[in-house]
């Protein structure tokens, strides 16, 4: 059994490093690390004379000294896990000499080689790979980086901080060096050398100081680095007129690079991008990439204050920094987007990504609050949970405070806690005492695994014009956490008359009528009882608009009010959710009609409600293509008692040709109407034109509609933007269209050389059905990794290659004779071997396997058996998963 670590085990260091002076000698085989650390022991520690441990991994000692006296074996202790030192009981400078093999590190974590050039991954516990040190964030120390490297190798040479010293050696090398002036946990740190180049600007902020901006690339990457430029600048901007933080460095740079385990990180002053989250033109980059490396350009930006300045006692307290961020990147995205219907739309996307993930993560073996109580890797739980779901966790806070209230314990939290590394109670505590509010009650969503169910029941008094309201709540148990207590779950309510106008929402008890609008209450119990008066005629009823709280809402509607709601909801999410609502049961009926063989036309309603939404002249394009958007066949799949893959996916299949059959001229009218002329701009408006066509082309296409046919290979041709080729290749990928071979050729042939793109046509690859005559998808994705254009070791090539076919794929994924679980189990031996994290987030593809029926069921049993057996193999990170999953 690996060690598991619980949260209430934390113990202050033994000793705190107030400074640490890192000298590098860069060599891509081998670099020396000379490291000087003014070390004493922390007054806060209990423990009487305490050894200092030094985490290391990797890494080779070669010397230590303690003031200048270099130690003797026996004076110290150095294994897998660090360096021991007995005896500093009072205030030393030690020095530590060792080395490390970034062309070896393959785990991209420490300093690693990206093609021609060094970067470094140290969160979270990655600079023990670089040095020995307390790698911990509750120690926080100043920097200053001397780095030395051989001119034609390293021309560029970045870390945090202000460059304070630059020349050139004697020996033909340059040596520069950077301090940074706020002392930082060593996850922040950062390192990048080689042969880059930048784009940069100046910026001046709001208090007068200009600042120097700039993104750092591989040169072929130059002209793919306006957009991030320009969104840093807006990104800026925003927090200091949304949350008045200002920057605080004379120097803001960021980095990309085509090998990161993950999307990219805030390191102090030097943020480092996977290339994926960062570059972008017309040719490489579609319009929701657009918008995605706007967000994640603010989310690492908006770190600066909410991570950086104010930081993390320990790593349990991950949500405090990515759950806020993240809060705070998709206000940013909305605000960017404006006026409130796009507003609404972005939402809808954010609560996608949720539902997709998070509900399924909350419903499996790796369920934890977003404060988990133990880990065994801490990598393990950059998760859906920790990040999206704690977002939702903070902007209920805000939806029970309201915004201005919120803003006034946001600066109390800041102004309170910066340059400390603190817990989530620091931010909680800020909230109540900034609202004079006991918020004891709230802090369940921090402590609780699950997903609250909440079920509403209605009756309607005829003859008083009386509505009550039941609601109850009740949350699953999850591992570890059989018995839930109840949530407090803000519960807006709104009426709406037959109309489709709101009404006012008032409580029988009261005189008088509010406006007619949204209200909001709060659930805090098992149950609760609303009894309404006032009330013209019997409402339908709008719950949990906004999706204020990040429940599964039973709101007891029927087929026919989902219709109403979806046709005349005048709030945009609540509508959209309708329509979602009625596509996902549609899904349903025509799965359990294929499972007991008693085919079913698909409903009437969910057409004809669809059909409204194209034809509403009120809607934007971005509307309704979110709205008549698909969901996603996994998403449908959990909701099922047991998974049948192939069933959901006949079911998915019927409903949609059967709204793009009834449908076809008016799809095809909507996909003439939303050409989008001129140069390429990624503007709301016409990506939302953009995505209304392709969306009207995708359902015409599958009704077999020639003429989509004829559209969508025309499109191919001649797009002058990637949204509109991608989608085109995409459609054609997945149908039996003969010419959609050339098309994926004539693709790859023009992709090759360009990552970014190979990526997306691997994941088409992994993503498409295959039909009879042609080989299966498992075939053509084994085939795949042995191709020259993919390399195990490059995240970004497995992500789009292995998790687009592993969770994107579940009908070609889950076949009957378990072949695609065993090439799951052959990639995730392989994968632990090169890189431990991206080899986690493989292993996951079986987390839910108990849901599926037992057939299937169990031959996922038998491939995680298969690996679980290599056990002395796996890594900590993989043997986490493995054995939560069997457990
Ligand atoms: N803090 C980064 C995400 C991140 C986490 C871990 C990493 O390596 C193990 C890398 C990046 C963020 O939230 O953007
Ligand atoms: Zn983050």
């Known amino acids: 059994m690996a060690k598991t670590i619980y949260r209430g085990d934390y113990r202050a260091p ?32 209990t423990e009487k004379d305490p050894p200092l441990f030094l985490n290391g991994e990797d890494i080779t000692l070669r010397s230590v ?27 030393q400078k030690l020095e530590i000499v060792n080395t490390f093999s970034p062309k070896a590190n393959t785990a991209l974590s420490g300093i690693y080689a990206s093609g021609v050039n060094l970067m470094s991954q140290c969160e979270a516990q990655g600079f023990r790979r670089i040095t020995f040190f307390e790698d911990r964030p509750d120690v926080l120390a100043r920097y200053t980086t001397v780095i030395r490297g051989a001119t034609e190798d390293f021309p560029v040479m970045l870390s945090n901080g202000n460059l304070t010293e630059e020349k050139s050696l004697e020996d033909g090398r340059r040596e520069v060096t950077y301090v940074d002036p706020f002392p930082k946990p060593c996850y922040l740190f950062a390192l990048v050398a080689g042969k880059l180049v930048s784009r940069a600007s100046k910026f001046d902020l709001k208090d007068g100081r200009t600042v120097d901006l700039s993104v750092w690339v591989d040169p072929q990457d130059l002209d ?22 200002e920057l605080d460095l004379k120097d803001f740079k960021i980095v990309a690079t085509n090998d990161f385990n993950f999307g990219a990180m805030e390191n102090k002053g030097l943020n480092i991008f996977n290339s994926r989250c960062a570059l972008a033109n017309p040719k490489v980059a579609t319009d929701s990439d657009y918008l995605r490396i706007e967000g994640v350009v603010g989310h690492e930006y908006f770190h600066n204050w909410t991570g950086d300045r104010v930081t993390l006692r320990d790593w349990f307290q991950l949500t405090l920094k990515e759950g806020l961020t993240v809060f705070r990147d998709q206000e940013f995205s909305a605000d960017m987007l404006g006026e409130p219907s796009a507003r609404a739309v972005q939402r809808i996307r954010d609560v996608s990504v ?69 817990t989530c109670e620091a931010f909680i505590n800020a909230m109540a005492e900034a609202s004079g509010r006991d918020l004891s009650e709230f802090t369940n969503w921090y402590s609780q695994a699950g997903t609250p169910r909440v079920t509403v029941r209605r009756h309607w008094d005829e003859v008083n014009h009386r509505l009550t309201l039941n609601v109850r709540q009740s949350t699953p148990p999850t591992p570890g956490q059989s018995v839930k207590k109840p949530f407090l779950i803000p519960f807006p309510v709104a009426f709406l008359n037959s109309r489709g106008e709101e009404m006012p929402v008032q409580l029988a008890e009261e005189d008088e009528a509010p406006a007619p609008g949204t209200r ?35 709101a007891g509607l029927s087929q026919e009010e989902l219709a109403f709601l979806a046709a005349n909801d005048p709030d945009p999410f609540n509508r959209w959710d309708a329509m979602n609502r009625l596509l996902i049961d549609a899904v349903h009926a025509q799965t359990r009609a294929r499972l007991l063989k008693t085919p079913e036309d698909v409903s009437p309603l969910v057409i004809s409600a669809a059909s409204k ?11 309704k293509a979110v709205a008549l958007t698909m969901p996603g066949e996994k998403l449908v799949a959990e909701e099922d008692p047991l998974i049948d893959p192939h069933a959901v996916h006949a079911g998915w299949i019927a409903v949609r040709q059967a709204i793009g059959e009834k449908n076809i001229s008016a799809f095809l009218e909507t996909a003439q109407a939303n050409i989008v002329e001129g140069p390429y701009e990624p503007t709301p408006e016409k990506a939302g034109k953009r995505a209304l066509r392709n969306l009207a082309l995708g359902y015409a296409h599958a009704a077999g509609s020639p003429r989509a046919a004829i559209m969508i290979k025309d499109q191919f041709m001649t797009a002058n933007n990637l949204t509109d080729k991608l989608a085109a290749l995409h459609m054609m990928a997945n149908s039996q269209t003969p010419a959609k071979q050339d098309m994926e050729v004539d693709a790859l042939k023009a992709w090759y050389h360009e990552p970014l793109l190979i990526n997306k046509w691997l994941t088409i690859q992994a993503t498409a059905p295959s039909f009879p005559g042609e080989a299966r998808v498992l075939e053509r994705v084994r085939e795949l990794t042995r191709c020259p254009f993919f390399s195990l070791k490059n995240p970004n090539n497995v992500y789009a290659l292995l998790l687009g076919y592993f969770q994107q794929n579940p009908s070609e994924f889950h076949l009957a004779d378990g072949s695609g679980y065993a090439f799951w189990a052959e990639m995730v031996l392989e994968l632990n071997r090169i890189n431990p994290q991206v080899a986690a987030r493989v292993a996951r593809s079986l987390d839910n396997w108990r849901r599926y029926t037992p057939a299937l069921a169990e031959k996922m049993h038998a491939a995680l058996e298969s690996v679980e057996a290599k056990r002395s193999e796996l890594s900590p990170n993989v043997a986490e998963i493995i054995e939560k999953a069997l457990g």
């Not at 021991?84 to 009072?90: D, E, M, V």
């Open 224 to 245: 793919k680095t306006e957009h991030t430029l320009e969104s840093l600048k807006r990104a800026i901007r925003w927090d200091e007129e949304r949350w008045g933080l």
């Open 613 to 623: 939404i194209l034809r509403d002249e009120n809607l934007s394009p971005a509307f």
């Open 354 to 422: 949720l539902r997709a993930a998070q509900f399924m993560e909350d419903a499996g073996p790796m369920a934890h609050p977003i404060r988990p109580e133990s880990y065994q890797n801490i990598n393990n739980f950059y998760t859906s949970t920790v990040y999206e779901k704690g977002a939702e966790v903070i902007r209920m806070l805000q939806t029970l405070l309201g915004r201005e209230t919120f803003r006034k314990g946001f600066d109390l939290y800041i102004a309170r806690n910066d340059g400390h590394a603190v």
């Open 65 to 91: 000294s303690i003031d200048g006296r270099e130690l003797k074996d026996g004076e110290y202790k150095v294994d897998s896990n660090g360096l021991t030192i007995p005896g500093i009981t009072s205030a």
């Open 520 to 554: 909001m209450f709060e659930l805090t119990d098992e149950t609760a009882e609303f009894v309404f008066g006032g009330l013209e005629e019997e409402p339908v009823v709008s719950l949990n608009r906004g999706f204020a709280a990040p429940i599964i809402l039973d």
């Open 14 to 45: 033994t000793h705190l490093i107030d400074s640490i002076r890192l000298e590098f000698d860069l060599n891509a085989e081998e670099t020396l690390v000379k490291s000087t650390l003014e070390v004493r022991p922390n007054p806060e520690c």
